[in-house]
T-cell receptor, first 115, second 117 residues
């Protein structure tokens, strides 16, 4: 069975500083990996995904994520954080051979960006 | 706005009751997924329908059922409700859902917040 771990419940960063939200995964075989963001009282918004190819994936709102197969990680990054980036971030995995295409989510990481 | 709509936004009901949550996928999407978000269980996959047929089942209770209609909208039925069923229920949709559609992005609706008193 697949699983996703987001080891930090909360990440605090000052506006303008770089941010990293960590994600590690466990699947049988190759994974498809996704990041979503959830703002208060809103649904999940898709940020980016890794399917294959370049390990550095660029997504919406200046976010990017780096796939590291040897460390089974897919950390979300942004060079310069904005106060408006404050939200709940979810990493998700789907095994390549998953016939049902369902996503398995991590527990979420709350990002707090302070002015 | 993802293009996925869910109604109602909020639902308050009593234990033992039955409710129906409705989801309309993005135009052109054939798959609908239901997820439950609760404080203790996090985000969990419940069930997927693809072009009217059940495609995959997750941690869905026997008291819960779903269906996808010919116009591709979906309904999630929750019966004999318990306090622990209080949660945010999300619907998501994607273009495909059959074999080879694993790269498809799932787009989420705003959710229905269910409160069971």
């Amino acid at each position: 069975a697949q699983s996703v771990a987001q080891p930090e419940d909360q990440v605090n960063v000052a506006e303008g500083n770089p941010l990293t939200v960590k994600c590690t995964y466990s699947v049988s075989g190759n994974p498809y990996l996704f990041w979503y963001v959830q703002y208060p009282n809103r649904g999940l918004q898709f940020l980016l995904k890794y399917i294959t190819g370049d390990n550095l994936v660029k997504g919406s709102y200046g976010f990017e994520a780096e796939f590291n197969k040897s460390q089974t990680s897919f950390h979300l990054k942004k060079p310069s954080a904005l106060v408006s980036d404050s939200a709940l971030y979810f990493c998700a995995v789907r095994p390549v051979n998953n016939a049902g295409n369902m996503l398995t989510f991590g527990g979420g990481t709350r990002l707090m960006v302070k002015p | 706005d993802s293009g996925v709509t869910q109604t109602p936004k909020h639902l308050i009901t009593a234990t033992g009751q039955r409710v129906t949550l409705r989801c309309s996928p993005r135009s052109g999407d054939l798959s609908v997924y239901w997820y439950q978000q609760s404080l203790d269980q996090g985000l969990q996959f419940l069930i997927q329908y693809y072009n009217g047929e059940e495609r995959a089942k997750g941690n869905i209770l026997e008291r819960f059922s779903a269906q996808q209609f010919p116009d591709l909208h979906s309904e999630l039925n929750l019966s004999s409700l318990e306090l622990g069923d209080s949660a945010l229920y999300f619907c998501a949709s994607s273009v495909g859902g059959g074999a080879g559609a694993g790269t498809d992005t799932q787009y989420f609706g705003p959710g229905t917040r269910l409160t069971v008193l």
